[in-house]
């Protein structure tokens, strides 16, 4: 490559070939990228000054960040588990929103059946109020009744229809979003939270919830028979719902495991 050409390269604007400002970020999380991804984003990153410095100002404004809101436990929280204050995402800091929020996203597992695939892919985020303090939802996690819930989301282009229920180790299923009815229309948006929050019930023992981005929408009568088919055949023992990661639903999945406490 010329000094010319460089010299290109370096002042050109992303382009549609260049990652979205949501991969960069992801990229700053640990696993947070697939393999395969990665290996391709480090090639374009190497070839790409435009991108090399987008990427450099979000790892610097995430360290400014964490340096003003540094990590802290909430109330009860296991030894050594890492947690985020965000007292600044519940009042919708006008600063978080327009970027510095992605670097919240800790995705939990998903199914191998998404409909969404790589750049593509749908992400959601849960926030937990308690007494006050607010602190960023985990894969796994113990809560209390009277805990509030809130989620967020972003779909990076295109429309997808969104569910979200919880399901107890009973196999009563709740709706959490949109309630009982089907899955709800949503498109193309960096962050946006859902309205409203959900206050955790006096229910004792584990609880999953499933929040199931999809291409066409899913009826709660859909969620019901996949709930049904997760947990086992009639007459046998059914499965607990620590062991059920995702439900057979062709939709993309993210789950949160909960076990409740007095």
């Known amino acids: 490559m010329t000094e010319t050409n460089l010299s290109r390269q370096e002042l050109r604007r992303p382009s549609e070939d260049c990652p979205s400002e949501m991969t960069l970020a992801r990229s700053l999380i640990a696993d947070e990228l697939p393999t395969e991804n990665r290996h391709r984003l480090d090639q374009h990153l190497q070839?790409?000054?435009?991108?090399?410095?987008r990427l450099a100002t979000l790892s610097t404004e995430r360290r400014a960040f964490?340096?003003?809101?540094?990590?802290?436990?909430?109330?009860?929280?296991?030894?050594?588990?890492?947690?985020?204050?965000?007292?600044?995402?519940?009042?919708?800091s006008p600063a978080f929103i327009a970027g510095v929020w992605v670097l919240f996203l800790l995705q939990p597992p998903t199914t191998d059946?998404?409909?969404?695939?790589?750049?593509?892919?749908p992400a959601v985020s849960l926030h937990v109020e308690r007494g006050g303090a607010v602190f960023?939802?985990?894969?796994?996690?113990?809560?209390?009744?009277?805990?509030?819930?809130?989620?967020?989301?972003?779909?990076?282009?295109?429309?997808?229809?969104?569910?979200?229920?919880n399901v107890d180790n009973d196999g009563?299923?709740?709706?959490?979003?949109?309630?009982?009815?089907?899955?709800?229309?949503?498109n193309a948006t960096e962050h946006r939270f859902l309205p409203g929050s959900i206050r955790l019930d006096d229910y004792r023992g584990r609880e999953r919830i499933f929040c199931l981005f999809s291409r066409t929408p899913i009826s709660i009568k859909q969620i019901n028979e996949a709930v049904a088919t997760a947990r086992g055949q009639e007459g046998q023992p059914p499965r607990d719902i620590e062991a059920i990661d995702a439900l057979p639903l062709d939709a993309?999945?993210?789950?949160?495991?909960i076990q409740k406490e007095p």
């Open 66 to 92: 964490y340096q003003r809101y540094p990590e802290l436990p909430p109330p009860d929280a296991p030894a050594g588990t890492r947690w985020s204050w965000i007292r600044v995402v519940w009042r919708f």
């Open 172 to 186: 009563r299923i709740t709706s959490y979003y949109p309630g009982a009815a089907d899955s709800l229309p949503i």
């Open 252 to 257: 993309y999945q993210r789950t949160y495991f």
């Open 47 to 53: 070839a790409c000054r435009s991108c090399a410095t």
């Open 113 to 121: 059946h998404s409909p969404f695939k790589g750049a593509l892919t």
């Open 136 to 165: 960023e939802g985990r894969p796994e996690m113990r809560l209390k009744p009277g805990d509030r819930l809130r989620f967020d989301y972003s779909l990076p282009e295109g429309s997808a229809f969104l569910h979200i229920v």
